[in-house]
Antibody, heavy 120, light 108 residues
Framework: QVQLQESGPGLVKPSQTLSLTCTVSGGSISSGDYYWSWIRQPPGKGLEWIGYIYYSGSTYYNPSLKSRVTISVDTSKNQFSLKLSSVTAADTAVYYC????????????WGQGTLVTVSS | QSALTQPASVSGSPGQSITISCTGTSSDVGSYNLVSWYQQHPGKAPKLMIYEGSKRPSGVSNRFSGSKSGNTASLTISGLQAEDEADYYCCSYAGSGVFGTGTKVTVL
């Protein structure tokens, strides 16, 4: 059974960089059938896809966030990571990592989510 | 890219059927048979319920079904049960993988 687990600081100051890591267990991040996504959900609001990475390192980002987002992968640790720069209060959200089947936005496994608050 | 449009809320009595719509454009929902649906209970991660428009993952009840007509996809829950009370989101494969606005399902 594939499991994903997000980790990282729960509080980030405005203008700083948000950094999160997703650890995948029960399956290899290097499987060619899957892409690895980050999705967020502001409190009381809907879901927003941030972007994905393939095990080879190729990425695709939501155009609305592209200028501030970097997603990277470490296949040796079976992890992928998110960096979001120049954060504001609007970036306060629960951040989820998820497995994306064939890059078709079919998110079949999700992490439990981690709340990141942007505040001074 | 704008979010897909869903009704804010839908309600029904136990045993009834309800349908949630998800309206996009010819550039997303209308172009691909790649709409997925997610169920989210409060404080929990979303769960995949339907993918590729009408396919159910293993373990998902056959009370859940999906369809599409033109630029609108639909999720139908038949035999509504108390445990179906949750938020539901659609998602379309279209560049930035846009999600729907979300629908709160209430079981009366």
């Amino acid at each position: 059974q594939v499991q994903l687990q997000e980790s990282g600081p729960g509080l980030v100051k405005p203008s700083q960089t948000l950094s999160l890591t997703c650890t995948v267990s029960g399956g290899s991040i290097s499987s060619g059938d899957y892409y690895w996504s980050w999705i967020r959900q502001p409190p009381g609001k809907g879901l927003e896809w941030i972007g994905y990475i393939y095990y080879s390192g190729s990425t695709y980002y939501n155009p609305s966030l592209k200028s501030r987002v970097t997603i990277s992968v470490d296949t040796s640790k079976n992890q992928f990571s998110l960096k979001l720069s120049s954060v504001t209060a609007a970036d306060t959200a629960v951040y989820y990592c998820a497995r994306d089947r064939m890059g078709l936005r079919i998110f079949d496994y999700w992490g439990q989510g981690t709340l990141v608050t942007v505040s001074s | 890219q704008s979010a897909l449009t869903q009704p804010a809320s839908v309600s029904g009595s136990p045993g009834q059927s309800i349908t949630i719509s998800c309206t996009g454009t010819s550039s997303d929902v209308g172009s691909y048979n790649l709409v997925s649906w997610y169920q989210q209970h409060p404080g929990k991660a979303p769960k995949l319920m339907i993918y590729e428009g009408s396919k159910r993952p293993s373990g998902v009840s056959n009370r859940f079904s999906g369809s599409k007509s033109g630029n609108t996809a639909s999720l139908t829950i038949s035999g509504l049960q108390a445990e179906d009370e949750a938020d539901y989101y659609c998602c379309s494969y279209a560049g930035s993988g846009v999600f729907g606005t979300g629908t709160k399902v209430t079981v009366l």
